[in-house]
């Protein structure tokens, strides 16, 4: 079982940066991905951006405003946001995908709000 220690996010004003960031407890022999989902209200989850040995990936809304990148702890991963804008306003889920199955932090608030 994987568990996840999200922190970060919070309030920003529109064109503001925020961070989140994700480390998990114990990563799995062999590849895997590690990236974040976001939801905002009335929405369905969708991908923000992915991390995997052999790909980057960032959903077309976010390009060139987000940036993931992995910790010292290969279990760990950071979304720096920037150029926030009000329909990012999400609850942000770190995952982690393995060759079984994929495991889910519990969600972290991030609200763009002048």
């Known amino acids: 079982q994987v568990h996840f220690a999200q922190s970060g996010g919070g309030l920003a004003q529109p064109g503001g940066s925020l961070r989140v960031d994700c480390r998990a407890s114990?990563?799995?022999?062999?590849?895997?991905?590690m990236g974040w989902y976001r939801q905002a209200p009335g929405k369905q989850r969708e991908l923000v951006a992915a991390?995997?040995?052999?790909?980057?990936d960032y959903a077309d809304a976010v390009k060139g405003r987000f940036t993931i990148s992995r910790g010292n702890f290969q279990g760990s991963v950071h979304l720096q946001m920037d150029d926030l804008q009000p329909n990012d306003t999400a609850v942000y889920y770190c995952?982690?995908?393995?060759?079984?199955?994929?495991?889910w932090g519990q969600g972290t608030q991030v609200t763009v709000s002048s």
């Open positions: 991390l995997s040995p052999k790909n980057t």
């Open positions: 995952y982690m995908k393995t060759m079984s199955r994929t495991y």
């Open positions: 114990t990563v799995p022999n062999g590849e895997f991905e």
